[in-house]
């Protein structure tokens, strides 16, 4: 392909008209901005001069865009997907590639109707050096098998008055659910990218814990992974100053990802080789601590839109498949449905009774004013029995 690529971008609030003024402004190699879609046309006018749709069907139906960024509230990301995929036009999903797994599944089974067409995520935080060294070291095998993870991420902090900035957040039918489908897609992608999508899982999820809200803003997950390693996830938007720190333990010592950069604790010996041979019984193995050097944060939202573009237009591989998406949205499904049915659930999930369950609570959302501020709403077994707590 020797043309720009033909941008379109649906749904324009803060992240779609980001990513739309990327384009306009030339920033994204080989691309232009050839339209936007909301369905508000005040958002569109922000971008005079570009042709504006209200409805992603007829802009699809118009061949208006090669390929699109779809940028609109969570539960609207899988059909317009299907439909821009259908439609023949290379896509681009902001994170979560879905709600819940069913979508994603249907998302992903459209790609597969069309595999000749770029289908990529907005995976972001793949860019970051960090986790970028931190997935070489465990592919090149030099910290050896992973044995626990640890992530706290609790650097999310946000107001009620961000979650009243849009009559869609933190509601069941607007957003899908709160901090799992919002904030910590970001790391759920991370810890399936680098560790492998757990087997197994069990939560403590908080509705409405901190925020006038009605979906999970906290969470606290046990996980099993693949292998026999087991592992935390800690997540809230209601802590402060809040951390944002992965700890991974493996048999060539102790890894700490943060604000910092990367601390490798590394063993000089393997730390099970110490533990089956070592002749005295406290006979810990000596450690050197190597701090590897990272700079910046990665291109983040330009370098994934830039890589999309190549893509399209010369092949390159995706750094965020959108097949990727499945394996994070189908670990945030269960950390939720673990601490509403209150039992451990094994991966991978049936897609039948989560579509069910999510279209229940979406069924049953309502206004955030009708939440207890402060309160903790926790539903158990049935989505018809809710227990509020002050």
Request: glycine share 10%; proline share 6%; with cysteine.
């Amino acid at each position: 392909m020797t043309d720009d690529v033909r941008i379109a971008i649906i749904g324009l609030g803060s992240m779609g008209s980001a990513h739309a003024r990327a384009f306009q402004e030339g920033r994204i190699p080989g691309a232009r901005l050839a339209a936007v879609c909301d369905a508000d046309p005040a958002r569109s006018a922000a971008f005079p001069g570009i042709p504006a749709f209200t409805d992603h069907r007829d802009l699809v139906a118009a061949r208006a865009a090669d390929a699109v960024v779809i940028a609109t509230p969570h539960p609207f990301h899988a059909q317009i997907g299907v439909d821009t995929l259908d439609g023949g036009i290379h896509t681009l999903v902001e994170k979560p590639l879905a709600v819940h797994v069913a979508d994603a599944r249907r998302l992903v089974e459209a790609h597969e109707r069309r595999p000749d067409l770029a289908f990529a995520l907005m995976v972001n935080q793949r860019t970051d050096p960090r986790y970028r060294t931190l997935k070489r070291l465990l592919a090149d095998g030099e910290l050896g098998p992973v044995h626990r993870i640890s992530w706290t991420i609790t650097d999310w902090f946000r107001t009620d008055a961000y979650y009243r900035s849009g009559g869609w957040r933190a509601t069941w039918a607007g957003e899908g659910g709160g901090v799992l489908v919002n904030q910590c897609p970001h790391q759920l992608d991370l810890w399936c990218w680098l560790f492998g999508r757990p087997d197994r899982v069990r939560a403590h999820c908080a509705l409405g814990r901190w925020h006038d809200i009605e979906v999970e803003d906290a969470c606290t997950a046990f996980l099993e992974q693949p292998g026999g390693a087991t592992g935390v996830f800690i997540t809230t938007t209601g802590e402060a100053p809040g951390t944002n720190r992965l700890e991974v333990a493996t048999d060539r010592g102790r890894v700490v990802v943060d604000d910092d950069g990367i601390v490798w604790h590394r063993t000089e010996r393997g730390v099970i080789e110490t533990l089956r041979k070592a002749p005295g019984p406290f006979d810990a193995p000596a450690v050197e601590e190597v701090r590897i050097p990272v700079q910046g944060w990665g291109g983040q939202h330009e370098e994934i839109l830039a890589n999309f573009v190549a893509a399209i237009r010369r092949g390159e591989p995706l750094i965020g498949p959108g097949e990727d998406g499945l394996a994070a949205v189908e670990m945030g499904n269960a950390m939720l449905l673990s601490s509403l049915w209150d039992r451990t659930l094994s991966l991978p999930l049936d897609p039948g009774p989560v579509e069910a369950a999510y279209a229940e609570l979406a069924r049953t959302s309502r206004p955030r004013s009708a939440a207890a501020a402060g309160g903790v709403i926790d539903l158990r077994g049935s989505f018809g029995t809710r227990r509020t707590e002050a």
